[in-house]
């Protein structure tokens, strides 16, 4: 399951391996463009999914337009299976909004719109103080450059309350 799918591109491609593979996206318009079942009108905060649905969730560069993103955690640990892994991605920002400025211009003639559009800066860190009471294992905290520098975590859905998993210090961005 994709949480922020927009058109639904990154489920078209994954649905030649899986029959099980739906998409949510907070914008009606866009939804409602791709007339299909597979991608439902629906917030992060308050998945209309049953329990322990999802063997995996992602969502890449959306957590930081979200103001309740713990809300997401917990919605998303409720839906995913025992062992099921979440993995996000997210703008590595100095300043809040900075990798929303292009978008703020164009879109909406104002780059002070940036930090609008996102209303979260987010490291690895923080999103492990977020979810330290939610049972997730971080298996991987990593930084990619291209396009532009963008933060990746893996988390599993795990039995103890906010333990990390071991993992390979070459493979983790300090925290």
Do not use: W
């Amino acid at each position: 399951m994709e949480i922020g799918c927009n058109g639904g591109d990154l489920l078209f491609h994954i649905s030649h391996f899986s029959d099980y593979v739906y998409g949510i996206d907070v914008n009606r318009e866009q939804v409602s463009k791709v007339n299909s079942k597979r991608i439902q009108c629906m917030s992060a905060t308050d998945l209309k999914f049953g329990n322990e649905t999802f063997d995996k969730v992602c969502s890449f560069e959306v957590i930081e337009h979200i103001a309740d993103i713990t809300k997401v955690f917990q919605e998303v640990h409720r839906i995913l299976k025992p062992k099921g892994k979440f993995i996000i991605s997210f703008p590595v920002e100095l300043i809040r909004g900075q990798q929303a400025l292009f978008d703020a211009i164009t879109v909406y003639k104002n780059a002070s719109y940036a930090r609008m559009l996102h209303v979260q800066k987010l490291t690895p860190k923080k999103i492990k103080t977020m979810i330290k009471d939610i049972p997730f294992d971080v298996s991987l905290s990593a930084i990619h450059f291209l396009p532009y520098p963008t933060f990746i975590m893996v988390m599993e859905k795990g039995s103890g309350v906010g333990q990390q998993a071991n993992q390979d210090p070459n493979a983790r961005m300090p925290s």
